[in-house]
């Protein structure tokens, strides 16, 4: 009974989707959701249900686009359901009267004139004879469609188009007839030519009959043209093409001020005010890939052109390698030779801070292109003919800017643009509006699946916001076509997006990170630590998932202990696991040491550092013997990184994890040194040395990951060694005897004779190679 009513109450609640799709329809002419639409369709098999559906998917779609051909196979499709939709027969109607409007185009016929000799005369009239017979071939078949249109349009409850096939039948009946006067007199006015004498009675004849198909071909077309007379194109001015696109609404605002005072200026000058101080058209256009700069900067050449401010709206886009020359005075004729090109419209410069490249030498004209644009920019030449647009990176325009201040000076503050990252909402808006520009909808589970393609992608300033989104819906796009076995009947298989097209092929790991940890040899306490806190960690992320409070979760960690005891083996781990619980992204190791960061110029340690925090990003940044960075002398750079290091960890939040590496009494100091890198630390793992029996232990688990065994003897032997001395390095020196001992033995092996027993022999690890492996350690 309770599934009984839980089926009832379904199906109550799809049919008024279906009735607020037919609302929605009537107010407005289209149905904002297609893609829930699409989808309802793909799942509904009543066929009277499934023909309703398809209607109104296909007037939805012919009202977006006015010509779809698309929407013209569902309607047919939604028919060949339900003859009796009536709402599909009237505008299956709109498509049948496009297919008659060429039916009259063969009915062309050569000039003819009574002055052209014989043969030019009989040679057209052979052709007129031939045009008429053609197009009477099929002619009665063509009226039999229409008169059967007729008596279609006159049994529907609403006589639409009625009239309109009653006229264009009646003047194809009328055509049929005056072809067949024209025809015969054509072929009189043949014979004529072809005897001895010949009147112009004939001539005179076959002009009237062919005015008169002119004239019926004339009033053939109006019909056409009476249909669409309402259908105007319109043109989009450049602003409202801007105030259409997705987000974007702080850039919005100001370019929407920008030009409400262009044509305020445009309208001062037009009433005859002086102007003399104009403003500058040049702009900084900065932003992350794919956020629309280039798109920008198009548009506003167009709003440029529509206030008359520049004579052209073509935008000349150039970069480094174009104005940047490989030989003295090579630059300057470059970039003279783009700004005569832009004279009157828009020079674009993409990554312009790529033509001050950091460190350059006396051979990189870069500076020499800028010291050129700038004169240009200002000069009596070409001062005011052009505008200037500047795009790239944020923080690399900024620097750049910065260290050009003739550049800057030319740019007014009010002419900076900064174009945000998309967010998720916005992208998925934009992957619909991608899909529906190939003819594909997009189910919500795919809706789904690209927002958590976006969490993945999204990790630095490289992502690529519309252009990502773009890439991931082609994908898509090209998984489905490649994977495709749907056959022509089913049609929504061709233009459906599913989960699964989105999904990446992903590969699971061979051995989980709970697996890796339980498997180390020793670390008990920390193991409990670990566990403890990535349990915190997916509790945390369950509670947010349902919309709980959650406890700020600390993840930048300090690992203390002596080399060799595993911290970089449990930081990888460590990776591992917030990747599996979904804080980070990506999930990969970075390892770094003092080398990675510190430089030895003023100024270049920062950007070492902020390179390889950037590598690091979605993922965990391992800094080893991290106390290095405290450096001893006047001129170190090490407080620098500390300081960058900070800052970095503040600004990307959960998308870095820190560990820092050493040993303990070190990285106290290093902490106590930046009261922010201590308060941004609070869990603090302890690595304690190893004990002689997991030394052994990891040595046997080293030696059979090669298939070596370790004799009993072996092991007897290595255990009272490593109690009775003191060895450093725990795992590391673990790793390496085992090492020294297979070396040993193959070293003895081969100095023997080979037998049969060699290859059990060589699978085991004696007492004689310990020794020797001693002996050097």
């Known amino acids: 009974m309770i599934i009984l009513k839980q089926q009832e109450n379904k199906r109550v609640a799809y049919n008024q989707k279906i009735k607020q799709w037919e609302i929605e329809l009537n107010d407005t002419g289209i149905i904002t959701d297609e893609g829930e639409l699409i989808t309802a369709i793909s799942h509904e098999s009543n066929p009277i249900t499934l023909s309703k559906l398809l209607t109104l998917a296909s007037l ?56 052209d000799n014989r043969t030019a005369k009989k040679k057209t009239a052979e052709q007129y004879i031939e045009v008429c017979q053609h197009f009477l071939t099929g002619a009665d ?128 000058r037009e009433m005859g005010f002086q102007i003399k101080d104009e403003l500058s058209l040049h702009m900084i256009l900065t932003g992350n890939p794919g956020t629309g700069k280039t798109t920008l900067a198009r548009l506003m050449a167009k709003i440029y052109h529509e206030l008359g401010v520049l004579p052209r709206e073509e935008v000349i886009e150039t970069d480094r390698s174009q104005l940047v020359g490989s030989f003295v005075g090579q630059t300057e004729e470059n970039v003279r030779g783009i700004v005569e090109r832009s004279i009157g419209g828009v020079l674009f410069i993409d990554e ?57 000076s030319r740019f007014p503050q009010s002419n900076f643009i900064h174009l945000p990252n998309y967010s998720n909402e916005e992208l998925v808006k934009i992957a619909e509006m991608v899909a529906s520009d190939n003819d594909y909808f997009m189910t919500e589970e795919a809706k789904i ?34 994977e495709n076995q749907a056959t022509e ?12 097209d989105f999904r990446l092929d992903r590969v699971d790991l061979v051995e989980s990170p709970q697996s890796k940890l339980d498997h180390l040899i020793g670390l008990e306490s920390l193991k409990v630590e670990m566990k403890s806190l990535i349990s915190f960690v997916k509790m945390q992320q369950y509670r947010r998932k349902k919309g709980l409070p959650t406890v700020p979760i600390q993840l930048h960690s300090v690992f203390t202990g002596n080399p060799g005891t595993g911290k970089t083996t449990v930081a990888k781990i460590y990776a591992e696991f917030l990747k599996e619980c979904g804080i980070l992204k990506r999930g990969h190791l970075i390892v770094a ?39 001893h002398t006047s001129g170190d750079f090490g407080k620098e990184v500390i300081d960058t290091l900070v800052d970095e960890m503040t600004k990307h939040n959960e998308n870095l994890v820190v560990v820092l590496a050493g040993y303990p009494t070190e990285m106290e100091q290093l902490l106590d040194s930046n009261p922010g890198l201590r308060s941004r630390f609070k869990k603090f793992f302890l690595f304690p040395d190893y004990s002689s029996e997991e030394l052994l232990e990891i040595m046997a688990a080293y030696s059979e990951s090669f298939q070596y065994q370790l004799t009993e003897e072996a092991k007897k032997l290595l255990l009272q060694t490593i109690e009775a001395e003191e060895f450093k390095g725990n795992g590391r020196f673990s790793a390496n005897l085992a090492d020294e001992m297979i070396q040993a033995q193959a070293l003895r092996l081969m100095d023997a004779d080979e037998d049969e027993s060699l290859f059990e022999r060589s699978m085991l690890l004696e007492v004689e190679d310990v020794i020797k492996a001693l002996s050097k350690m």
């Open 60 to 115: 939805s779609r012919l009202e977006r686009k006015k010509e779809n051909s698309l929407a013209a196979v569902w309607l047919e499709k939604a028919l060949k359901l339900d003859p009796n939709n009536q709402r599909a027969k009237e505008f299956m109607l709109q498509f049948d009267l496009i297919k008659f409007k060429d039916l009259l185009v063969p009915l062309s016929f050569p000039p003819i004139r009574e002055t």
């Open 352 to 408: 312009a801070y790529s033509l001050k490249r950091e460190g350059q030498t006396g051979n990189d004209y870069g500076q020499t292109a800028i010291d050129t644009l700038v004169s240009l920019m200002t000069g009596n030449e070409y001062g005011g003919q052009f505008a200037v647009i500047l795009a790239g990176y944020p923080e690399e325009m900024r620097s750049f800017l910065d260290a050009n201040p003739g550049l800057r």
């Open 593 to 631: 040491s003092r080398a990675d960061f510190v430089a030895g110029y003023v100024g270049q340690t920062a950007g070492k550092t902020k390179k390889k925090i950037k590598e690091a990003l979605g993922g965990v940044l391992f800094i080893d013997e991290a106390y290095s960075l405290l450096g």
């Open 141 to 268: 078949e063509h009226l039999h469609d229409l008169e059967a249109i007729v008596g279609m349009c006159s049994t529907m409850a609403k006589k639409v188009h009625f009239l309109k096939y009653q006229t264009l039948a009646d003047l194809l009946s009328s055509v049929i007839e005056e072809t067949g006067n024209l025809l015969k007199a054509a072929e009189e006015y043949d014979q004529s030519i072809t005897g001895v004498f010949h009147t112009s009675t004939f001539y005179e004849d076959l002009q009237l009959h062919l005015s008169n198909v002119g004239e019926m071909k004339h009033q053939w077309q109006l019909q056409f043209l009476e249909a669409n007379e309402n259908i105007t194109p319109t043109i989009e001015n450049a602003l409202n093409q801007l105030n259409e696109m997705i987000g974007m609404d702080l850039v919005k605002e100001r370019v929407n001020a920008y030009y409400r005072f262009l044509k305020y200026q445009k309208q001062r």
């Open 489 to 500: 009947e089913d049609i929504l298989e061709f233009m459906l997006l599913n989960r699964e």
């Open 449 to 482: 699946e690209i927002n958590h393609r976006l969490d993945q992608e999204r990790v630095d300033d490289t992502f690529g916001n519309a252009r990502t989104v773009r890439n991931i819906v082609l994908d898509a796009i090209f998984k489905k076509g490649a």
